[in-house]
């Protein structure tokens, strides 16, 4: 059994009109590589260290190979450049536990 693979991201949005086109260009691209949203969005908090920036999500793979490679696919190319003009923030690969 492989290990599943999870992409977090945490960022400040700065201009809603595109992270809304990227919301939308993204979601399709997650399905060829077995990719799903497991937090989009909604509260949270810290409860030790900083607190995480404005918006967070967390979407699980397969595999961590099948992450990487969705982050690093030409059907994610676009979408991830309307992202990266919408918000600042960061994006960690992680792999999971079998």
């Known amino acids: 059994m492989t290990a599943p693979g999870y992409v ?7 201009d809603a009109e595109k992270m809304q086109a990227y919301s939308a260009a993204a979601g399709p691209t997650l399905a060829p590589y077995g ?8 509260r949270h908090e810290s409860l030790e260290g900083g607190l995480p920036r404005g918006r967070t999500a967390i979407l699980r ?3 961590y190979e099948q ?8 059907a994610y190319a676009a979408p991830l ?10 994006v960690f690969l992680i792999e999971g536990i079998e």
């Open 8 to 14: 977090f991201l945490t960022f400040d949005v700065e």
């Open 35 to 42: 990719g799903e949203f497991i937090v989009r969005g909604g």
């Open 61 to 63: 793979f397969p595999s």
């Open 67 to 74: 992450a990487k490679a969705w982050y690093e696919s030409d």
């Open 81 to 90: 450049a309307l992202r990266l003009e919408a918000s600042r923030g960061e």
